[in-house]
C-alpha cells in the first residue's frame, strides 16, 4: 500500500498548522509531517507523524533531499540502501528521469517519497513505470485542496468485464456461506467480484433492492461458500473465509468502475447453496452461493436472482490469465477444476 503524508510542519502559525491536521484527517488522510514541538496535534486523531526541527527529520533514518539537476541525482541514488526513506523535492520533474531513481531504490531497502504540489503530480508519480514511487508528501499551500488529492489518489483501476453466459444452475449440499458487511452503502449493480476460480470472478450485487421479503441492505453482499476467491484492492485475491472486520476489500460496478471499502462484519453461516456454472465460450468457470432470492448477480442491464438464472443467460465476469500464488497473479498454467 502506497504511503500519503501531509507536510503540516511549514507554517510558523500554529493554528495553520493545526488545520493541515483537521482537514487531512476529515479527508481521510492519517499520515503526517508535524513540527517538533506539535505532539499534541496526535490528540486529534489516530495517525502516523513524523517529526521536523528546522526543516530536517528528527528521525534521521529519513532525509529530504532537493535534485537541481544530474549530479544531485547521483548523490540522491547513492542513499539507496543507506536510509529507511529518501523524500526527494524538485522545482522541475520535466528534467529529473524518475524512472532512474524508481529503479534505482527499487529492491534497496530504502522506501522512496516524492513532494507533491498538485494532485496530477502526485497520481503521476504513483504510477510512473507502474511501479511508481513509495509514498507521497503532500506539500500544498491550501488544505481544502487535500479533498481532491484523497480523490483522486484513493481511485483505484477500473477492471474489464466481459459476458459469460450461465450453462447450468444446480442445487449443492448445505455449507458454510459467507456474508460481508461493509462501512459503505452500494447501489443497485455494485458488488464484489468472487467466484471459484481464481482467473474468473462474477460480479455478486449487494443487497441493494428491495424486494418484497426482507428490506434492503446496501451495506452488505451475501458473497458466497467460505472456499471463494474475492478481489481485494491492488489486484490481488483471498479466500473468503479468510477476511476479517477492518480488511479493505474492492467494489465494482456493471461498468467495471471500483472503489474501496472496509469490512464492518462479517458473518460465516449453514445455508443451501447453488453452483452456478458459466462459459466464456472456451472454458466453464463456477461459484457457489447462497439459495437464496436475495442473492443476485450482475448482468449489462440489471441483475438476476440466483434464483431465476437459467442456462443462456448473459452475465458479468472478469476474465483473467495465469494463475495465482498467495493471492498474487503469477505467469503460470494452473488448472482448477
Not at 505532539?39 to 528546522?54: K, N, P, Q, S, V
Not at 502526485?122 to 485542496?145: C, Q, R, S
Not at 477476511?243 to 476489500?249: E, F, N, P
Request: aromatic share 6%; with cysteine; net charge negative.
Amino acid at each position: 500500500m502506497k504511503r500519503l503524508m501531509i507536510r503540516a510542519d511549514r507554517s510558523d502559525d500554529r493554528d495553520v498548522r493545526k488545520g493541515y491536521i483537521t482537514d487531512g484527517l476529515e479527508a481521510g488522510f492519517s499520515g503526517f509531517v508535524l513540527r517538533e514541538g506539535d505532539e499534541c496535534f496526535e490528540e486529534l486523531g489516530r495517525m502516523d507523524a513524523i517529526y521536523t526541527h528546522d526543516n530536517e527529520f528528527t528521525d534521521h533514518s529519513y532525509i529530504s533531499v532537493s535534485i537541481d539537476g544530474p549530479g544531485s541525482m547521483e548523490d540522491v541514488m547513492s542513499l539507496a540502501g543507506k536510509k529507511k526513506a529518501v523524500i526527494v523535492e524538485t522545482t522541475d520533474w520535466t528534467m529529473i528521469p524518475l524512472e532512474n531513481l524508481i529503479a534505482a531504490f527499487d529492491g534497496s531497502g530504502t522506501e522512496l517519497y516524492v513532494s507533491a504540489k498538485n494532485s496530477d503530480d502526485a497520481k503521476l508519480y504513483l504510477t510512473t513505470m507502474e511501479k511508481g514511487v513509495d509514498g507521497i508528501i503532500i506539500d500544498i499551500n491550501d488544505p481544502t485542496e487535500l479533498s481532491e488529492f484523497k480523490r483522486i489518489l484513493s481511485a483505484s483501476p477500473n477492471e474489464d468485464l466481459s459476458e459469460v453466459t450461465v450453462v447450468s444452475v444446480r442445487r449443492v449440499e448445505m455449507g458454510d456461506r459467507v456474508c460481508i458487511d461493509t462501512c459503505s452503502m452500494m447501489s443497485p449493480g455494485e458488488g464484489m467480484l468472487i467466484g471459484s476460480y481464481s482467473n474468473c470472478l462474477f460480479l455478486i450485487q449487494s443487497e441493494s433492492e428491495d424486494n418484497g421479503y426482507v428490506a434492503s441492505r446496501p451495506f452488505r453482499v451475501n458473497a458466497g461458500a467460505v472456499h471463494s476467491y474475492i478481489e481485494v484492492p491492488d489486484g490481488g485475491t483471498r479466500y473468503l473465509s479468510e477476511l476479517r472486520s477492518g480488511d479493505d476489500v474492492l467494489l465494482c460496478n456493471g461498468s467495471g468502475r471500483t472503489r474501496v471499502a472496509s469490512i464492518g462484519r462479517c458473518k460465516i453461516e449453514k445455508r443451501p447453496l447453488l453452483m452456478v456454472t458459466a462459459t466464456d465460450g472456451m472454458k466453464e468457470y463456477s461459484v457457489i452461493l447462497q439459495n437464496a432470492e436475495t442473492v443476485k448477480m450482475v448482468k449489462k442491464d440489471g441483475s438476476e436472482s440466483v434464483t431465476k438464472l437459467r442456462p443462456g443467460d448473459k452475465i458479468l465476469a472478469r476474465i483473467d490469465t495465469g494463475g495465482r500464488h498467495f493471492g498474487i497473479p503469477v505467469d503460470e498454467s494452473i488448472s482448477e477444476i
